[in-house]
């Protein structure tokens, strides 16, 4: 059973663009759920994360929305460019415990 | 301030042959998880290790077992390797408790079994 649903599995952006990936969560004891991006041959690496009291958290140009009642969270990218081509993976963790991982978002930004 | 080691980069196995992964955690870290990550796959937590002991297991068989040594390094063993264990496996670090929340990747084992 997949804990954390995400999508779309990839994603073609212009330079510029906002490309938006979206996470979906049952299990309401989650209470921190992070980004990773990982690149071709690389382990992943935090991006940005957010905890369920917050309904919005930004850092730099990225952006993350919180939907708690929903039960979503999502990744925006600003002003994307080519070197944000890479594979974006959302999780959720109850503190202490695993982390759980979507199946991950290929995103593309063409020049 | 290194981070996350792992090693070796690259394996190939046989079929039913047993493989060891090693991981460093970060620097001042003491708590060692283990994931597998499939081709185009989200990475699968595995076991996590604190204090020389394994704290919670995921959904994996008794073929995955690990060890954690008192400085903090980690194995990762896997036993009658089948076809379908081939993946890039990773460790992650992190400090305990709230602070644990932020977890470090190595850059992964990638194992092809064959």
């Known amino acids: 059973q997949q804990q954390v649903k995400q999508s779309p599995q990839s994603l073609i952006v212009q330079k510029g663009g906002i490309p938006i990936i979206n996470c979906a969560y049952e299990?309401?004891?989650?209470?921190?759920f992070p980004w990773y991006q990982q690149f071709p041959g690389k382990g992943p690496a935090l991006l940005i994360a957010i905890r369920p009291d917050v309904s919005e958290k930004k850092e730099g140009r990225f952006t993350i929305s919180f939907n708690k009642s929903a039960k979503q969270f999502s990744l925006h990218i600003m002003d994307s460019q080519p070197g944000d081509s890479a594979t974006y993976f959302c999780?959720?963790?109850?503190?202490?415990?695993?982390?759980?991982f979507g199946t991950g978002t290929s995103l593309t930004v063409i020049p | 301030d290194a981070g996350v080691t792992q090693s070796p980069t690259h394996l190939i196995k046989t079929r039913g042959q047993q493989v060891t992964l090693r991981c460093s955690p970060k620097s001042g870290h003491d708590t060692v998880s283990w994931y597998q990550q499939a081709l185009g796959q989200g990475p699968q937590f595995i076991f996590q290790?604190?204090?020389?002991?394994?704290?919670q297991r995921g959904n994996f068989p008794d073929r995955f077992s690990g060890h954690q040594f008192p400085n903090y390094s980690s194995e990762l063993n896997v036993n009658a390797l089948l076809l379908g264990d081939s993946a890039l496996y990773l460790c992650?670090?992190?400090?305990?408790?709230?602070?644990?929340?932020?977890?470090?990747f190595g850059e992964g084992s990638w194992l092809t079994v064959v």
């Open positions: 299990n309401t004891a989650f209470d921190y």
């Open positions: 290790y604190y204090e020389e002991e394994e704290r």
């Open positions: 992650a670090s992190s400090l305990p408790g709230l602070a644990g929340n932020t977890i470090y």
């Open positions: 999780a959720a963790e109850i503190t202490g415990n695993q982390f759980y």
